[in-house]
């Protein structure tokens, strides 16, 4: 016995020391592979927490539009043409981190954001719906209760995503 360990010890040195070799491997895969996945989970919930900031902002602000129009003072209301969706702008490419369901309910809530200055115009008969160098829609008192509609109207879609993004959070 002890001939034939000192006959085949370099062969069994070497591959006692290949076979460390392997499981080194594995285990440095192993644990590459969980540091990727929760390095993708982590950038998903960054994507998920600025659309979620995101969209409660743009909440926010329809409903102090819809609160202003139902306290109109003058003859006139005033919103802004721009959108706020700098975030969703900016995350686009990283938006396949989260999940169908997500991704769906946000791009139809940011569509809904940017089709309301659209909206609005028609309403208030703009000569060019995509004339965008002004930076406000003037919309007469006897619109505003029509404004607020468009606003409540786009509103549901925007909660949606919302509730969504707030449940995987």
């Given at each position: 016995?002890?001939?034939?360990?000192?006959?085949?010890?370099?062969?069994?040195?070497?591959?006692l020391?290949?076979?460390?070799?392997?499981?080194?491997m594995?285990?440095?895969a192993?644990i590459?592979?969980?540091?990727?996945?929760?390095?993708?989970?982590?950038?998903?919930?960054?994507?998920?927490?600025?659309?979620?900031?995101e969209?409660r902002?743009?909440v926010?602000?329809?409903?102090?539009?819809?609160?202003?129009?139902?306290?109109?003072?003058?003859?006139?209301?005033?919103v802004?043409?721009?959108v706020?969706?700098?975030?969703?702008?900016?995350l686009l490419?990283?938006?396949?981190l989260?999940?169908v369901?997500?991704?769906?309910?946000?791009?139809?809530a940011?569509?809904?954001?940017?089709?309301l200055?659209?909206?609005?115009?028609?309403l208030?008969?703009?000569?060019?719906?995509?004339?965008?160098?002004?930076e406000?829609?003037r919309i007469d008192?006897a619109?505003?209760?029509?404004?607020?509609?468009?606003h409540?109207a786009l509103?549901?879609?925007?909660?949606?995503?919302?509730?969504?993004?707030?449940?995987?959070?």
């Amino acid at each position: 016995m002890v001939d034939l360990l000192s006959e085949y010890q370099t062969f069994i040195v070497g591959l006692l020391g290949f076979i460390g070799v392997v499981i080194t491997m594995i285990v440095n895969a192993k644990i590459q592979r969980n540091l990727q996945i929760r390095q993708r989970q982590h950038e998903a919930e960054s994507v998920r927490t600025a659309l979620l900031v995101e969209l409660r902002a743009n909440v926010k602000i329809y409903k102090d539009h819809i609160e202003d129009f139902s306290r109109l003072d003058g003859d006139h209301a005033i919103v802004p043409r721009k959108v706020v969706n700098k975030v969703y702008q900016t995350l686009l490419p990283s938006i396949g981190l989260l999940s169908v369901e997500e991704v769906e309910l946000v791009h139809v809530a940011y569509l809904s954001l940017e089709e309301l200055p659209y909206r609005l115009s028609i309403l208030v008969g703009s000569d060019s719906v995509d004339r965008l160098s002004e930076e406000y829609i003037r919309i007469d008192a006897a619109q505003v209760q029509v404004a607020a509609g468009i606003h409540e109207a786009l509103l549901p879609s925007i909660r949606k995503a919302l509730s969504v993004l707030e449940r995987n959070a």
